[in-house]
DNA sequence: TCAAACTAAATCGTACACGATTAATTCACG
DNA sequence: CGTGAATTAATCGTGTACGATTTAGTTTGA
């Protein structure tokens, strides 16, 4: 079953990979972000995760976990550090003592205009326009999505 | 200095995101790859380390590094743990007892044929014309050297 | 020649990421 | 009601990532 396969793919290289290229990229954008992201005092994942926040304030950790494709082992401890860093605040849900909500505090919402000024910088550094922007995140949602639900299918 | 961008970008949520979009098609491929890697007994990360190795074997860790944007820091254990697994050999040049050479062994040569078969497999989930995916591919190159072009003038 | 500067890989500490399990709470159904 | 199933976070173990430092080996220049 695996003989003939290799004909057709023998001559793609790392650099023709779809993943490869997704995997740069995404690298590339953490280390754009991090020394920014230094200066705020958060790490990237902490970033994304307090723009989940600015969006739409106390969410679940569950909630949370949709949005940004983690589950409570990540995010129990990353949320931690925001709350001991105090950019949000945790509590359990009265209504029903298993959920956990999370809301930004003051400091937390303090820091959207620091987030602003990254994204206004990492824009500003791509010569790319706004329009092909557009497409690339719509392409890379398509693709997201396909390889999501090819996964249930083949998987789990 | 922080305050009149929040005007312009204030509207963008987090699927407007170019490096949200590219983090979660990250994720879709680690997903998607991670249970067929399972069987092939490795991680993500090692299968694009055997990758470039089947591109160019007998590399030294720094020129794999190069490669995949990883440091010794990252790569010295990963490297370990394919050796340990067998499928790569690490010995010091002679010529320079510094470098350490990483070559596949048989074993790992073997693991070619799955590999074919995963790339394989991910191509054939994706309802997307070659041509398109190439074009994504250059589109996410681009922009992954102009961010790393652009820390090196921000940064360092 | 030989110490200082340099280089390559390894090591260390912290922070994700995730599969698997656990603990606490709520729900459902007899 | 009450107990078993389901749900929600938290915890644990392993494997990346990466900044900073360390160790070992090489090159350079006075």
Redesign the interface.
Known sequence: ???K??E???G??????????????????N???K??MKQLGITYPQY?TL??LL?KDHQRVSELGE?L?LESNTLTPLLKRLEEMGFIARERSKEDERQVIVSLTKEGRDL???V??V?????S????PVE???Q??E??????????D??E????
């Open positions: 079953m695996a003989e396969k290799s057709e793919f023998q793609f290289g790392l650099d023709q990979h779809l993943c490869f290229a997704i995997y740069k990229a995404n690298h590339a954008f280390r754009f972000y020394p920014v994304i723009l989940a969006e949005r494709f959207s205009d620091g602003i000024d994204q206004h910088c990492a824009f550094n791509l010569n790319v092909t922007i557009g690339l995140v392409q890379l949602n398509d693709i997201q999505e396909m390889l999501t090819a996964k299918k083949v998987s789990g």
